[in-house]
């Protein structure tokens, strides 16, 4: 990602409101776990799986404070459990922003199951979600999902495609 | 040792705190055992999801204790969440994993803690929680939970219970939406916050 993108993520969850992030790294959002890491501002979570993530992303919206989960699209089908339960058993959103692996494009064979999984598996949990694929509408884009998540008590999605992540 | 004899004494420490509470039996039984906690429970019915969210709920309010009611199911269901707390030290969070080595709720087949071999504390310690002890009394267990309230570091015990239920106990009625609405009334008065606020226009 170019620092512009990654500046206008960041720019984006604070004026969300975020103060919590956790977090599985990927290759695509490289550059945005260090700059989220030396923010004074968030404090980030590595975890050890995107379902765990989810799960702390839950808690955190319990105490007041706001919170993202960035991750790969893969990291997606390994929330499924925790998001339906807590989303649809709970009414307890999870706003996530996840790197669009697999689109057209994709040049890694391992990378196909995401961009084939992604929006089905998100349209399955019925959770609305943006793809972007400029750089300028990254920030309204962060800010317009959880405006939603907020009024909904229920998940949103932000996955970051093109030329954003390439 | 009985997992409500455990849960009564835990409860008569408990005042200010925030409890996240796994699913199955143990539902019904803290309901019961700490009627004073009710608004202050968050009653979730999600298998591997309780010690994460209690950990999420501690890292939001770093002045209030947090008290995660695992189980030997949920645990095992999520071992990562050790690993992260291990990294993540947090100063506010003590952990009670009901160890009954049964899915009780399903009718009681083993869990892996069932053949022996398994030792969540020592799971738990492995990964960096160095204050995870295992309780087979109930002397024990209650020495865990004035250690583990009072502890600026994360805290796991691990109940070794029995794996009956106690009879005759009021159920609770209400779902998981409902237990959230209540739980979250109460995170905002207690707080002093807004969590689900109005809307711009009624």
């Given at each position: 990602m170019k620092k512009t993108a990654v500046d206008a993520v960041i720019r984006g969850l604070k004026r969300a409101g975020v103060s919590v992030v956790c977090y599985l790294p990927d290759s695509l959002f490289k550059e945005l776990y260090p700059a989220l890491d030396a923010d004074p501002d968030i404090r980030t979570i590595r975890v050890t799986n995107e379902g765990e993530g989810a799960a702390i992303c839950g808690g955190v919206f319990l105490s007041g404070k706001r919170a993202a989960l960035v991750m790969e699209n893969s990291g997606l089908r390994a929330s499924v459990e925790p998001l339906a339960r807590m989303g649809l058993g709970a009414g307890i959103p999870v706003i996530m922003l996840m790197s669009y692996r697999?689109?057209?494009?994709?040049?890694?064979?391992?990378a196909i199951p995401h961009g084939i999984t992604m929006e089905p598996v998100l349209n399955a949990l019925r959770i609305p979600y943006d793809v972007v694929r400029e750089e300028k509408r990254i920030e309204q884009a962060i800010v317009n999902a959880y405006e939603w998540s907020y009024s909904a008590y229920y998940h949103s999605a932000v996955a970051l495609g093109g030329e954003v992540v390439r | 040792m009985k997992r409500y004899d455990c849960m009564k004494a835990l409860a008569a420490r408990l005042k200010d705190e925030l409890v996240i509470l796994s699913l199955g039996a143990s539902v019904d039984e803290w309901y019961n055992a700490a009627p004073h906690m009710r608004e202050a429970s968050l009653f979730q019915q999600q298998l591997g999801c309780v010690t994460p969210e209690a950990f999420g709920l501690a890292a939001g309010l770093p002045n209030r204790r947090i008290v995660s009611l695992d189980t030997d199911g949920g645990m095992m269901f999520n071992l990562g969440i050790l690993a992260t707390l291990g990294n993540e030290q947090p100063k506010n969070l003590f952990v009670v994993v009901w160890d009954n080595e049964c899915y009780q709720s399903i009718g009681g087949p083993p869990t892996h803690t069932a053949s022996g071999r398994v030792d969540i504390a020592a799971i738990a310690r492995g990964a960096g929680v160095d204050n995870a002890f295992t309780a087979h009394t109930l002397e024990e267990f209650d020495a865990h939970c004035a250690a583990g309230l009072a502890a600026d570091v994360p805290y796991i015990v691990v109940a070794k219970v029995a794996g009956t239920v106690e009879p005759d106990i009021r159920r609770k009625h209400s779902d998981g939406r409902e237990d959230k609405y209540i739980f979250v009334r109460h995170v905002e008065e207690t707080?002093?916050?807004?969590?689900?606020g109005p809307s711009e226009h009624n």
């Open positions: 697999g689109e057209l494009g994709e040049n890694n064979w391992w | 707080e002093g916050v807004v969590i689900m």
